[in-house]
């Protein structure tokens, strides 16, 4: 099918950047030069809400157009279902070329992330993208879809866990960012009508940035002496001092300046290239993180707004160059990006959801049932729990059951207010333009609250479902019952020893 008329996109998505650390937001440290320099030719949303604190659900979405709960792809069943369409699939069977580069675990074939993508590099550098689909895919689906083996998803993902930490701490190979860029670099070159998606990696923990900006941000601070793991911090192993926060900070910041320089290599080749003026370009965070607010450590077991009020800047040359601070959600991308590249007809073809024009941002004003507020949907997260735990036992530290870190969690939101259901804990509702740090929970009777209440009731009875069912079992356990043909499968994809 020969391209509808549309536009070329470049899809950025930082991994785990907070919005309070970028330039372009008001840090005062100047981590992002470049990104600075892109809000001058972009919209910069103020009030952009992730649909859930890690990656896997909020890409889904962005892919899919639907709330985690719809798509299904969380930790409970982490992966998109077979007949579900994609945003790829979309613009690739509108007649663009696709491409999806990405050094997270989570974004690959067996997750089905990917699906529609027609070239693609990812975590598993070992073997090429075509290898995990298939078999491997089916695998993955048939391990955590049954109760006896559903811990072993758990397991393999916190040796992949493992693996990241080894490739990243320097003792493997330097960031992938740079390969990444030159990728894009080839892809974009190489094709007429392009869609490509970028993952950046290089802000999710542990630490581990190249000298030259770690100089410039933590100078004199030791990677390896500061904590790098969330998990000992949030089960209570260890302590971190605020003088030790202020060195993960630091290393943070020069993760995102490292960022911020190779998207400068990336937007100066389509300046020089000719392509920049007529690419949309989307820049956004999957989520943010958590240095020590909340007495917490990394992006689990919250939704507070540090890791779901995200960073998100489009430029497009029939957008109007500014600031807005209307709430839009990071789903409504996947709306946006079929627009763009004129492939809102083909969604019907590949299973995906049908276009909503008042969800896209090229639109003027949301136009969709509920719009003026934006909806998060956490579900257990078993994979973080097993490793909390097992941090936890290792320091002879029992973990109450009824606590959040065993939590489901929901919110609805708008810039004034936000209630949280938790799942066993109390909830919690806050008045966001009074206290933006959500540190003083506020009554369910407060005017504003009971609308963002009764929001997010009638969003769980139209898109979230009941919540049921218990975590998988022990995976260890579950390892030892597994065939060898399965054993040698996950052995190729670098899970198991």
Not at 157 to 174: P, T
Not at 185 to 193: A, K
Not at 305 to 324: A, E, Q, Y
Not at 433 to 453: F, K, Q, R
Request: net charge negative; proline share 5%; glycine share 6%.
């Amino acid at each position: 099918m020969p391209p509808q008329a549309g536009r070329n996109v470049l899809f950025v998505v930082m991994d785990t950047v907070r919005k309070r650390h970028l330039t372009p937001y008001g840090y005062d440290r100047p981590t992002t030069p470049t990104l600075e320099r892109f809000a001058d030719e972009a919209l910069v949303y103020e009030e952009a809400v992730a649909q859930a604190p890690w990656t896997l659900p909020v890409h889904a979405s962005m892919f899919t157009g639907r709330y985690p709960g719809e798509h299904t792809a969380t930790q409970e069943a982490p992966y998109l279902p077979e007949d579900m369409g994609t945003l790829a699939q979309a613009v690739s069977e509108s007649g663009y070329a696709t491409a999806c580069y990405s050094s997270n675990a989570w974004i690959t074939p067996y997750t089905r992330l990917t699906a529609g993508f027609e070239e693609q590099d990812n975590f598993f550098k070992a073997l090429p993208g075509d290898m995990f689909s298939g078999a491997l895919a089916s695998l993955w689906q048939r391990v955590n879809d049954s109760d006896r083996l559903r811990g072993v998803a758990d397991r393999l993902v916190e040796l992949g866990n493992e693996v990241h930490e080894y490739l990243a701490s320097g003792e493997g190979e330097a960031s992938k960012t740079p390969r990444i860029i030159d990728n894009t670099i080839d892809f974009v070159d190489d094709n007429d009508e392009w869609f490509a998606f970028i993952n950046l990696m290089d802000a999710h923990l542990p630490y581990y940035p190249p000298e030259e900006y770690r100089e410039e941000f933590a100078p004199g601070v030791d990677p390896h002496a500061v904590c790098q793991n969330s998990k000992e911090y949030n089960s209570g192993a260890r302590d971190i001092s605020d003088e030790e926060f202020d060195d993960i900070r630091g290393l943070y910041d020069a993760e995102i300046r490292h960022i911020d320089a190779e998207l400068d290599r990336l937007f100066s080749h389509l300046k020089a290239t000719d392509q920049w003026e007529e690419t949309v370009v989307v820049v956004c965070a999957d989520h943010g993180e958590l240095h020590g607010e909340h007495g917490l450590y990394g992006h689990e077991f919250c939704i507070y707004d540090p890791l779901v009020n995200v960073p998100l800047m489009v430029k497009h040359p029939d957008i109007d160059v500014g600031r807005t601070d209307e709430q839009v959600e990071l789903l409504d991308l996947y709306d946006t990006v079929l627009e763009a590249t004129g492939a809102t007809d083909a969604t019907e073809a590949v299973g995906g959801r049908t276009f909503e024009a008042g969800r896209s941002l090229l639109s003027e004003g949301r136009d969709i049932e509920d719009g003026e507020f934006a909806f998060v949907d956490y579900h257990r997260p078993i994979v973080e729990l097993n490793q909390l735990e097992t941090k936890a036992a290792e320091a002879g530290i029992e973990l109450d059951e009824n606590s959040r870190f065993y939590s489901r969690m929901r919110a609805a939101r708008r810039p004034g207010g936000k209630y949280i259901r938790n799942e066993h804990i109390p909830d919690e509702a806050y008045r966001l333009d009074a206290d933006p740090e959500e540190a003083d929970p506020v009554d369910s009777d407060d005017p504003v609250i009971e609308d963002v209440l009764a929001a997010l009731e009638r969003f769980e009875a139209r898109s979230a479902g009941a919540w049921d069912g218990e975590a998988g079992a022990d995976a260890d356990e579950a390892l030892s019952e597994m065939d060898d043909e399965a054993k040698e499968r996950l052995q190729d994809l670098g899970y198991m020893e």
